[in-house]
Nanobody
Framework: QVQLVESGGGLVQAGGSLRLSCAAS????????MAWFRQAPGKEREFVVD????????YYADSVKGRFTISRDNAKDTVYLQMNSLKPEDTAVYYC???????????WGQGTQVTVSS
């Protein structure tokens, strides 16, 4: 079984920055894609960004493009989300997810709360 643990969430003022981390442990896979999703109160969970195993290919939701940056350290089995120029509408629980086979995001973390005050 795979465990994903997010950290780095918190309360920040609009315009501020946060860096989220997601560490994977347990069963290991040689190659896997990672992603961040988020869920705001009363809304469905939405895709934020993903990154391929090589780290060379990333895809961002339009709402975060130019403000958020995803990266990964495969040696540490950790993926990061640098969030800059945060807006109140970025307030949500952020989840990381792993796709080990190309068949979808099978493993999920417990989430970390990000709150952006205006």
């Amino acid at each position: 079984q795979v465990q994903l643990v997010e950290s780095g969430g918190g309360l920040v003022q609009a315009g501020g920055s946060l860096r989220l981390s997601c560490a994977a442990s347990g069963r290991t896979f040689s190659i896997y894609d990672m992603a961040w999703f988020r869920q705001a109160p009363g809304k469905e969970r939405e895709f934020v960004v993903d990154i391929r195993w090589s780290g060379g290919n990333t895809y961002y939701a339009d709402s975060v493009k130019g403000r958020f940056t995803i990266s990964r350290d495969n040696a540490k089995d950790t993926v990061y989300l640098q969030m800059n120029s945060l807006k109140p509408e970025d307030t949500a629980v952020y989840y990381c997810a792993m796709d080990p086979t190309g068949g979808g995001y099978r493993y999920w973390g417990q989430g970390t709360q990000v709150t952006v005050s205006s």
